[in-house]
């Protein structure tokens, strides 16, 4: 079993910065993608970001140079710094990991987190 813990969501001003952190746990072989998914009232979850195990990133066009992900793979953490954000960005945040589990024959799964919210308003 592995589970996906959320912090670090809440209110915050245009302009301003905000700070989420995932953590991995249960019985992990391998982490290999992690990453964060946005979900806002009447939209489709969306990639904000990912990193691979390696430390190669991947942003959504609306987040670059805002946003930054970087994780801690011997913690098996994953965190976005959001910087300057904006009303558009307000949403429920998910981490997302792509886990082999250590009884599963090497097979890769997808895990969710069960999400954060995120408030950008003045």
């Known amino acids: 079993q592995v589970q996906l813990v959320e912090s670090g969501g809440g209110l915050v001003q245009p302009g301003g910065s905000l700070r989420l952190s995932c953590a991995a746990s249960g019985s992990i072989f391998r982490i290999n993608a992690m990453g964060w998914y946005r979900q806002a009232p009447g939209k489709q979850r969306e990639l904000v970001a990912d990193i691979t195990s390696s430390g190669r990133t991947n942003y959504v066009d609306s987040v670059k140079g805002r946003f930054t992900i970087s994780r801690d793979n011997a913690k098996n953490t994953v965190s976005l710094q959001m910087n300057s954000p904006k009303p558009d960005d307000t949403a429920v945040y998910f981490c997302?990991?792509?886990?082999?589990?250590?009884?599963?024959?090497?097979?890769?799964?997808?895990?969710w987190g069960q999400g954060t919210q995120v408030t950008v308003s003045s």
């Open positions: 997302n990991a792509k886990v082999i589990p250590l009884v599963s024959g090497l097979r890769e799964y997808g895990y």
